[in-house]
C-alpha cells in the first residue's frame, strides 16, 4: 500500500496546489487506503496550511461515497472504510442562519395542514441532520417512552437512494422527545394509516415514519425543495433545510442547556465541533452569565454582605 507521506512528498517539498486544482492521482490512492490514515491526515492538514488548498476533505468525501456506491450495486468494497466516520466541516462553511423562536413558532403555526408537518418539527426540536429523519423508522421511535433512535440515514448517490450508518459513530443515539412533538407523531401515524389504506396493494411498505402517499422514501432533496416553499409561503426567510439544525442548536443554547447535551443531541462526534460551530451563540450566553454574576456582586455589595462558601 502506498505511503501517504511519500504520495505528498513532492507537494510537501514546495510545490503549490491551488483551490480546485486536481490533486497528483496517487494521493487519491494514498487517501483511500488504510494503514497510515493519521500520519496521512496529519501531512495533508499541513499541506492545506502551507502549500495551498488541497481538497482533503473532499477526498474523504468522496471516498466515503464511494464506499457506499460500491455496497448499493454489490460490487467488492475494502474491509474499512478511513472516512466512514470522519465527521468535517465544509472547507467553506456557509454562515449559518438559524431562524429566531418566533420564526420557528410562525412556521409550525403556518404549515399545520401539511402532510410533513411532523417531519419538519422534528427536525427543529431535534435538530437532526436531512437523511437521519427521513431514514427514521417506526421501529426508532418510542412514543409511549417518548423517545427516537438514529440509527441510520437515507442518502442520494449518483441518483439511487441509500440506506447507511450515520454520519459519525455518536451518530447513532437516543434523542428524548417532549409531549408536543410525541403527539404530532402519533397524528402523523394515523395519517399514514389512511393513505396505506387508500392504496391498498398498491402501497409499498418500507416501515419509514416519512414517506411519500404511496409509502415509497422521500428524497432528500424534494424535502429541502417543500420546506423552502412553504417558508416563502409563509413569508419568513428561505434559509436552507440544514440551518433548522443550527436553529435548534442555537436556541438550545441560548436557553442556556449545557453545551455537552446540545452535542449529544446533534450527534457530534465531540464538543469542539458544536463550540466551532455556534461560537456566537456562546458569545451572547457568556454575556448573560458575566452579568449575573455582575448583578449577584453587586447585590452583595449593596447589602454589605458576600456569600460564604458552605
Known sequence: MPSLARAAEPLESGARVASGEQVPDRLHHAVAGVGELVEGLVVLGDLRRGHGRVRVWGLLRQRRMEVR????????????????????????P?????????ESRDFLRAIELDRLHALYQLLLVTGMRRGEATGL???????????????????????????????????????????GTV????????QQQLERT???????????????????????????RH?????????LP?????????????????????????????????????ADLYTHVDRGVGRSAADRIAAVLSDAAASGSVPRRS
Open 69 to 92: 456506491a460500491a455496497r448499493f450495486d454489490g460490487r467488492d468494497e475494502p474491509l474499512y472504510n478511513p472516512a466512514a466516520h470522519i465527521e468535517l466541516a465544509a472547507e467553506n
Open 238 to 274: 428561505v434559509i436552507r433545510l440544514h440551518d433548522l439544525r443550527h436553529t435548534n442548536a442555537s436556541l438550545a443554547l441560548a436557553a442556556g442547556i449545557d453545551i455537552k447535551v446540545v452535542s449529544d443531541r446533534l450527534g457530534h462526534s465531540t464538543t469542539a465541533i458544536t
Open 183 to 190: 403527539e404530532r407523531l402519533r397524528q402523523h401515524e394515523r
Open 137 to 179: 423508522r417506526w421501529a426508532d421511535l418510542d412514543l409511549d417512552g417518548g423517545a427516537l433512535f438514529v440509527v441510520q440515514q437515507i442518502t442520494e448517490v449518483r441518483g439511487q437512494l441509500l440506506v447507511g450508518s450515520p454520519k459519525t459513530k455518536r451518530g447513532s443515539r437516543v434523542v428524548p422527545l417532549d409531549p
Open 198 to 224: 387508500a392504496w391498498g396493494a398498491a402501497w409499498q411498505d418500507h416501515g419509514l415514519v416519512f414517506t411519500r402517499e404511496d409509502g415509497r422514501p422521500l428524497r432528500p432533496e424534494y424535502v429541502t
Open 94 to 102: 456557509r454562515r449559518p442562519r438559524p431562524w429566531t423562536a418566533q
Open 227 to 235: 420546506f423552502q416553499r412553504l417558508a416563502e409561503e409563509a413569508g
